[in-house]
């Protein structure tokens, strides 16, 4: 009993922290390891999972910006949304359960899509559009692809957000696929990483997030004021323009 009251102490400390900081935490605060584990990988000794229609599949450069202004805003919006201290700590938990079982896949089954991506000089460096892949290729090496994070996190985070704003939680998950199919059209992952990652969200949400229950809360216990949802276009249009200066000011950090 003693026990149980300390960690619930501890979960109250966590989650009464600023909502932004433990956003921060929980998607990056173990980023460190995604960037070790894909050190470690020879991408010419991991699997390539390709199917033959994702051979044949051209580049589309334009799904670059589902990829990037649908899945980062999304990421925020438990922080938007949420109000519940309990519902916004199990999609935490979820976010990091996701993220620590993936990890795991990467050393055990090592995954890469390089045969599929072309050479940086190769992409249209003239357009912002471009010049974007290149960066997210050069960010993101192409190892660590099963599951993905990208649509695994967004999944988890659209189930989190399902029991508190149905509606919204259902454009989560609208946005959700359009993230995955972005990640085939980008050369970011394979179809068997996509449909990975949905399974690992699921099985984390049924684990972490389904036991939850309002027990007849008030709704505005449970979720923000809409007006929050505001933030995410802002923070969708700052990513955008800060691309824009960057292309802008030449950098290209792939050449270095």
């Known amino acids: 009993m003693v026990e149980r009251l ?5 979960r109250d400390r966590l989650f009464g922290l600023p909502r932004g ?37 051209p580049i589309s ?41 993936s990890f795991l896949i990467f050393i055990a089954f090592p995954v890469s899509i390089a045969g599929l991506r072309v050479a940086p000089a190769e992409l249209p460096l003239d357009t912002l559009t471009g010049w974007g892949l290149a960066l997210t290729w050069f960010v993101d090496p192409p190892v660590n692809c099963c599951p993905s994070l990208h649509v695994g996190l967004a999944f988890a985070v659209a189930f989190g957000t399902l029991k508190a704003e149905r509606w919204l939680g259902w454009a989560a ?3 959700s696929v359009l993230v995955g199919v972005s ?14 990652a949905f399974v690992l969200a699921a099985v984390m949400a049924k684990i972490f997030i ?12 449970v979720v923000l004021g809409r007006r929050w949802l505001l933030v995410l276009p802002v923070f969708a249009a700052l990513i955008c323009l800060t691309a824009w200066l960057l292309f802008l000011a030449g950098w290209r950090p792939w050449e270095g």
């Open 183 to 196: 990640t085939l059209q980008v050369k970011q992952h394979f179809l068997a990483d996509v449909l990975a």
């Open 61 to 101: 450069l334009p799904w670059l910006w589902i990829y990037i202004a649908v899945y980062l805003p999304g990421l925020a919006l438990p922080v938007v949304v949420v109000r519940c201290r309990e519902l916004f700590a199990r999609i935490a938990l979820t976010a990091v359960a996701v993220q620590l079982a």
């Open 173 to 175: 998950l609208v946005g």
């Open 210 to 221: 389904a036991g939850y229950r309002s027990d007849g809360r008030p709704r505005s216990e």
């Open 6 to 10: 300390r960690l619930h102490a501890l």
């Open 21 to 57: 900081i433990v956003l921060l935490v929980v998607l990056f605060g173990v980023f460190p390891l995604h960037v070790l584990i894909g050190s470690w990988v020879d991408p010419a000794q991991a699997v390539e999972l390709a199917l033959p229609f994702e051979r044949r599949l």
